[in-house]
C-alpha cells in the first residue's frame, strides 16, 4: 500500500511505528477545493497543528483560526502575520489573553457576553478606543458527527445566545468597543445542509450590528470517513455563502469580508497512522461465539476518536501472507478495555478485515484531523513521529518523545 508515492513499509522501516503520515498531495487537493468556497478561508489549526501543515496552509494562501493564544503564537513562529490569526477563544479568556490580543493586535472572537465585558475593560485600562472586536453568537441550534462536537442550542457552552444581542451592544457601547465582526461555528463533523440552513441566521445578526465588516460561518464541513461511501459534495455551499453576503453588502451599502474556518475537512483525509499488528487473542460470549482480537501498537492515547466518540476510521493490513477477511476487533496497547479502534456506543464492534499475522502493519485512515493533536501520553506512551509524504520523499515533521522528553518537567 502507498501514500501518495511512498510505501508504507518503507516508511514503517524508516521511522518505526506508530507513526503519523501525511499525504502533501491529498492537503493541497483538500486546500483547493475548500478555497474556492469563500473569499477568505481560515483553518481551525486546532485540527493538526504541526508547523510543516501550517507552512502548507501559509504557502496556499489560508488564514489561522486560533483558539488559544499558544496556538496564536505557534501560527505566528511558523510565519502568520498578525493580521491573519483570529483568537476564537473557547468560553473565556485566561489570564492575560486579552491584553496579549490587544497589544499586539490579534483580532479576538469573544463567545461569551463576560469575554466582551473583559475584553472591554481590558481597552479601558490601556486607555485605548474605538478597539475593533468580532463576537460568537450560539443561535440556538447546532450540529455535529456526536453531542460532544454539536457547538450550537441550549446544550453548548459556546457563544453568546442570541437573544442576548442587545447587551452586546449595551457593552460595546459602555467600552467604546466596535463590533466588526459576527461568527457563529455551531459544530464539527455535522450536517451540511444545517449548515448552509443557518447561513441566514448569521446574516439576520449581523445586520444589527451598524460596524460590520466580516461575517464569520465557522467550520464544520463534513468529512466522509467511509472509504466506500461518495465525499460529502460541498460544491453547494459557495452559492449560498455568496448570496449572504450580497444582501449584506446591499444593506450596508459597502464591502463585506466572508470566511470560512473549517480544520477536520482540510487535514482529515490527508492523515495515516501507521502501526503494527503485535498479537491475536479471542474470547467467547455468552452464547458461546468466538470473538477474535487483532491486537495492535496503536491505541487511543495515539489516536482518541472511536474511544472518544464511537468513530469510524478505515483500516487496512499490510502483509504477505493475509488471512481470508473475517470478523475482527482491533484494539490498542492501552490497558483499559474501551482502547478498541473498532466501536461503536462503547461496545467493540467487529469488522470485516482479512486476518493479519503479528508483525504485519496496519494503516488507519482519515486520521489527520484531531488524530496527533488529541493524543497523549496516557500510559506513558511517548508522543509519536509525524512524517510528511511528497511524491516519494519523506520528511520527518516531529521526532518521536522519549521517556526523558515524558519526564523533562517533572520535579523531582
Ligand atoms: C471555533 C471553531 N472553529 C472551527 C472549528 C473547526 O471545526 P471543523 O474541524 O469541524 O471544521 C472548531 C472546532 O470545533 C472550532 O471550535
Not at 91 to 98: H, I, L, R, T
Not at 229 to 248: A, F, H, T, W
Not at 263 to 271: D, I, S
Request: with cysteine; glycine share 10%.
Amino acid at each position: 500500500m502507498k501514500i501518495d508515492q511512498a510505501d508504507v513499509r518503507d516508511i514503517a522501516r524508516e521511522f518505526g511505528t506508530p507513526v503519523y503520515v501525511y499525504s502533501l498531495k491529498i492537503l493541497r487537493e483538500s486546500i483547493a477545493e475548500i478555497k474556492a468556497l469563500a473569499p477568505v478561508v481560515r483553518y481551525a489549526m486546532k485540527a493538526s497543528s504541526n508547523s510543516a501543515i501550517l507552512k502548507e496552509m501559509l504557502n496556499q494562501g489560508i488564514k489561522i483560526d486560533a483558539v488559544s493564544v499558544l496556538e496564536v503564537q505557534r501560527a505566528l513562529r511558523a510565519g502568520f502575520q498578525v493580521k491573519d490569526v483570529c483568537f476564537t477563544s473557547d468560553v473565556f479568556f485566561s489570564a492575560g489573553d486579552a491584553e496579549y490580543c490587544i497589544q499586539n493586535k490579534i483580532m479576538c472572537n469573544c463567545g461569551t457576553l463576560g469575554m466582551l465585558e473583559e475584553y472591554g475593560r481590558t481597552v479601558q485600562k490601556r486607555g485605548a478606543g474605538g478597539e475593533a472586536v468580532s463576537i460568537r453568537i450560539n443561535p440556538g441550534e447546532g450540529t455535529g458527527h456526536s453531542k460532544k462536537t454539536n457547538t450550537g442550542g441550549p446544550y453548548s457552552k459556546h457563544g453568546i445566545w442570541h437573544e442576548n444581542l442587545d447587551e452586546v451592544k449595551r457593552i460595546a457601547k459602555q467600552y467604546g468597543l466596535r463590533i466588526t465582526g459576527v461568527h457563529q461555528h455551531i459544530g464539527s463533523g455535522g450536517d451540511l445542509e444545517h449548515l448552509k440552513r443557518i447561513t441566514h441566521r448569521l446574516e439576520e445578526f449581523a445586520k444589527q450590528f451598524e460596524a460590520v465588516e466580516t461575517v464569520n460561518f465557522g467550520g464544520g464541513l463534513p468529512y466522509e470517513y467511509h472509504p466506500d461511501r461518495p465525499q460529502v459534495d460541498l460544491s453547494g455551499y459557495q452559492p449560498i455563502l455568496e448570496e449572504r453576503l450580497k444582501n449584506l453588502e446591499a444593506h450596508f451599502g459597502r464591502k463585506i469580508t466572508c470566511e470560512i474556518e473549517p480544520g477536520r475537512r482540510f487535514v482529515a483525509g490527508c492523515g495515516y497512522l501507521l502501526g503494527e499488528v503485535r498479537a491475536l487473542n479471542h474470547t467467547f460470549d455468552e452464547t458461546g461465539k468466538q470473538l477474535d482480537y487483532v491486537l495492535v501498537n496503536v491505541g487511543f492515547c495515539h489516536l482518541i476518536r472511536p474511544m472518544a466518540y464511537g468513530s469510524y476510521h478505515p483500516i487496512w493490513f499490510v502483509g504477505d501472507d493475509l488471512g481470508p477477511e473475517q470478523d475482527l476487533i482491533v484494539a490498542g496497547p492501552v490497558c483499559e478495555s474501551g482502547d478498541v479502534l473498532t466501536q461503536k456506543d462503547e461496545e467493540p464492534l467487529p469488522r470485516k478485515l482479512p486476518l493479519p499475522k503479528p508483525g504485519d502493519l496496519i494503516v488507519i485512515g482519515g486520521a489527520g484531523a484531531y488524530g496527533f493533536a488529541m493524543s497523549s501520553n496516557y500510559n506513558t506512551q511517548p508522543l509519536i513521529p509525524e512524517v510528511m509524504v511528497d511524491g516519494n520523499q519523506l520528511q520527518l515533521a516531529r521526532r518521536r518523545q522519549t521517556l526523558d522528553d515524558i519526564l523533562r518537567e517533572e520535579i523531582p
